[in-house]
């Protein structure tokens, strides 16, 4: 219906504006002018948002914490039953996700890193939210990759019921030859390192997953060659399947998933080598086999959660991506042609005011940000509203 609205006059163009004017908090972009409204504060670390179908919000807090806005209000105490994590690094609580048919069954997902017997892993808990508290709460899949890093840990429900959870390479290190390289794990089917999973909503392995029945391959993979991917989130338009990853210093990616494809890390890219004075990693940008990104960035602005958006406060922006920010501390508006699957023109908004660690859209329409600082110090959930 506002796809007229996303038309451009002419060229696409690269967009860097969106300074603050003058004021107060009233801010200026190139479709709407906006403020940014604080939610709830003395959060700690908060990782991801969601909503249940009667307005209560709930945010995960890294540490472990599962808390709920209701009415405008922070309640005070925690959601019980969240299953127990490893908090140390980057690894913690993660997502937190309604199933689709919350109103009939009440279950939530949580996805988390949990401590194995020797490194830590990922994994995904459901449990019954009632009363303000998760009971029945069985872990229903844990990844077959283990290290202290890039745990991914982004789920999504598509139109048909099946879930979607990204997985990191848990920092396997990219160095060797070109051999080496494409002996990283990343590449490697026979683990979950940098890979996006396709799951039932018990856990269990869809039938027709790209992968099911090959030898040495798991059948629960439905892409692969990711370093460390942030964000995801489903087109409402169209159905794809849209990812966000971090890249060494520099290359980070928004991906349009599809079922088999391999996305190169780190075969391909345009990240450098942390240290080794900032060498490069990869054998080339491209390759034959090797899906190339639908946007990338050079140096790095640390992607993070990701949105499509489809309310009516901000009808400019109708099916336009949102990607958070955490090294950049801002927030990237990407918009797509009119098939929605190339990205034609790129935003910055919302400068300055802390590592987004999520962006969600409302039940209200308007725009979430879950501000999270390195530190750990309290910090948190603000909205982006219409200034007019």
Avoid: C
């Amino acid at each position: 219906m506002f796809r007229n609205l996303l038309k451009l006059a002419g060229t696409a163009l690269l967009v860097t504006a969106a300074a603050s004017v003058s004021a107060q908090d009233v801010y200026k972009s190139s479709n709407h002018d906006y403020r940014v409204v604080t939610v709830a504060e003395d959060l700690v670390q908060p990782w991801s948002m969601a909503w249940l179908p009667g307005g209560d919000m709930l945010i995960t807090e890294k540490p472990g914490r599962l808390r709920i806005v209701r009415d405008g209000n922070l309640l005070p105490e925690a959601i019980p039953g969240v299953p127990e994590v490893f908090y140390e690094g980057q690894g913690g609580l993660f997502d937190v996700l309604p199933h689709p048919d919350f109103n009939d069954n009440r279950w939530v997902y949580l996805t988390y890193s949990k401590k194995t017997a020797d490194s830590s892993a990922t994994a995904i808990a459901r449990g019954r939210l009632e009363n303000d508290r998760l009971t029945n709460v069985v872990e229903i899949f844990e990844a077959q990759a283990t290290g202290f890093g890039h745990y991914g840990g982004k789920i999504v429900f598509d139109d048909d019921g099946y879930m979607f959870l990204t997985l990191g390479d848990r920092m396997a290190p990219p160095v060797g030859d070109e051999a080496t390289l494409r002996a990283h794990p990343a590449q490697d089917r026979s683990n979950h390192q940098g890979v996006v999973v396709r799951l039932n909503d018990d856990g269990t392995v869809p039938n027709d997953n790209p992968f099911v029945g090959q030898s040495d391959i798991l059948p629960e993979i439905w892409s692969y060659g990711h370093r460390s991917p942030q964000g995801l989130a489903i087109h409402p338009e169209t159905g794809d399947l849209w990812e966000s990853e971090h890249g060494p210093q520099g290359g980070d990616e928004i991906n349009r998933i599809e079922p088999g494809n391999n996305y190169g890390w780190p075969v391909v890219g345009r990240g450098a080598n942390y240290g080794a004075f900032g060498r490069p990693i990869h054998i080339g940008i491209s390759e034959e086999g090797m899906v190339q990104p639908a946007r990338f960035w050079v140096p790095s602005i640390a992607t993070s959660g990701l949105m499509v958006y489809t309310g009516d406060k901000f009808p400019m922006w109708y099916g336009n991506i949102f990607s958070g920010s955490l090294a950049g501390e801002q927030l990237a508006r990407l918009q797509l042609d009119d098939e929605y699957r190339s990205v034609v023109v790129e935003e910055t908004l919302v400068y300055d005011i802390g590592r987004i660690r999520d962006v969600r859209q409302g039940m209200d329409g308007y725009i979430y940000l879950a501000v999270s600082d390195r530190n750990g110090e309290p910090t948190s959930v603000v909205r982006l509203e219409p200034a007019d």
